[in-house]
């Protein structure tokens, strides 16, 4: 017996709730490794994390085929008005599976900001040390010789006078 458009919307909302739950899963751990310097860790979060995202592309390519077979639009309208024209038990079997879904989508969007975040203030970090191990950070405040306060301290490489 062949699959109803809502059984198969199901099915896939089913499958990216699924794969965004693992996604978020890894991006947690990810968080954990950034915040440990956990080079190894990171990188294979990292891999982990690249055929979940392409997985799910593909799952909402499948939902937006469902939409335009049924004469919806493939975007949010078009999803609403689908559930909108179930009836009350499939419609609210819809609704419960995309509340979880956007749920799962808001975190795994938080966790990924959050951890850019991280990654963007270690490179800032790392930068900034390599600066001063050059010698070219004209930025560094601190005091002088004469116990003035300057921002011009280091003038040749660290390296150079070790």
Request: charged share 20%.
């Amino acid at each position: 017996m062949a699959m109803t458009s809502s059984q198969q919307l199901q099915k896939v909302l089913q499958a990216e709730q699924y794969t965004a739950s693992q996604l978020l899963e890894i991006l947690t751990a990810e968080r954990e490794a950034l915040m440990k310097s956990e080079s190894d860790v990171i990188e294979k979060m990292t891999a982990n994390k690249h055929p979940l995202t392409v997985q799910l592309e593909q799952l909402g390519r499948q939902r937006e085929a469902i939409l335009q077979a049924e004469g919806f639009s493939a975007d949010k309208d078009g999803l609403e008005a689908f559930v909108a024209n179930q009836n009350d038990v499939v419609a609210q079997q819809l609704q419960s599976l995309l509340r979880q879904l956007r749920e799962t989508a808001y975190a795994c969007r938080d966790n990924n900001q959050i951890n850019g975040g991280i990654v963007n203030v270690n490179r800032q970090y790392l930068h900034r040390a390599m600066s001063v191990l050059r010698g070219r950070d004209m930025n560094i405040t601190s005091y002088g010789p004469g116990g003035e306060y300057t921002s011009q301290v280091v003038r040749q490489p660290l390296i150079g006078r070790v």
